[in-house]
């Protein structure tokens, strides 16, 4: 039997690596997919990459939307899919051959049907794409339950959403939020895990690019740290929501105190003080300086 698998790649402007993505999923072992792409008003050459993948096969889709947005983007991109399994990706990362035909293999011989979502370990690729690095956290099967996301997500690990594997039926009833610019993904790991089981694969299945123009690097993720509260406070109950906010505020209380700390150590240092005598004789040079050029200027007046 015919199994489809979705994959969505949500796009923005970041068509300089979407060849490359598109190739690594007309690449895949398995072969029974669907790729989505949803192109977010991008204004470089995306629509053009798209398009070429589409003539190239017909399991390549292409939609065109208005900005919105990544979760906005990849909400489309699942009202689209027709498949029983959903895959993401990002339009400047990519997957490794295997990873559908593993993920596919992996939730088939759960017969009790208990598990939900395959996860991968991952790499980071070189933006030029010739090196592949170590991830920038160590995962482990130990981290996949709904306590570790909420209460260690950002402090020892993170998760990319392309590592994940989903059975589509999930996505009824679970969206990115659309208020978040970061952090999106995090609400959704955690609706997941409450929703089913997973199973994690040690494997590096998916690769993630050290790209210095994506919204992670360009956009800060503090005031999402705080936003996602709302979107928490919709999924967990009482008690975790509770637990989670007083885990939040004693992260950022903690993280301003050794701001702080670090701060008063800087200022008492040599270097420090030894710059604060240098700005002291140059501004005291200037307005020595300063003040002969006024005086010279009032004797010319009083001369004229």
Known sequence: ?????????????????????????????????????????????????????????????????????????????????????????????????????????????????????????????????????????????????????????????????????????????????EKLSAQEDWVVWIQLLKSTKCIFVDLPLAYYRINPSSRMMTKGIDDNNIKVLDSFREILNYEEYYQFSVHLLTRFCESNKMFRNNLQVVKKSNIYQAGLMIRKIVYTIGLIRLSRFVFKFILRLKSS
């Open 1 to 177: 039997m015919v199994t489809l698998v979705s994959v969505i790649i949500p796009c923005y402007n970041q068509g300089v690596f979407l060849n490359e993505a598109l190739e690594s999923v007309y690449n895949q072992i398995y072969t029974d997919w669907e790729c989505i792409i949803v192109n977010d008003g991008s204004t470089d050459n995306t629509e053009t990459v798209a398009q070429y993948w589409v003539n190239k096969d017909n399991r390549f889709k292409y939609f065109y939307k208005n900005n919105s947005g990544v979760s906005s983007t990849r909400n489309f991109g699942i009202s689209k899919a027709i498949g029983e399994y959903i895959q993401f990706l990002d339009s400047d990362d990519i997957l490794d051959k295997m990873k559908i035909q593993f993920s596919v293999d992996k939730l088939k011989e759960d017969m009790a049907g208990e598990i939900g979502m395959v996860v991968s370990n991952f790499c980071m690729l070189s933006s030029d794409s010739k090196e592949i690095l170590p991830p920038f956290c160590k995962l482990e099967a130990e981290l996949f339950t709904l306590e570790s996301f909420l209460f260690k997500w950002n402090v020892t690990f993170s998760v990319q959403i392309q590592c994940g594997f989903f059975k589509t039926i999930f996505f009824e009833n679970i969206r990115f939020p």
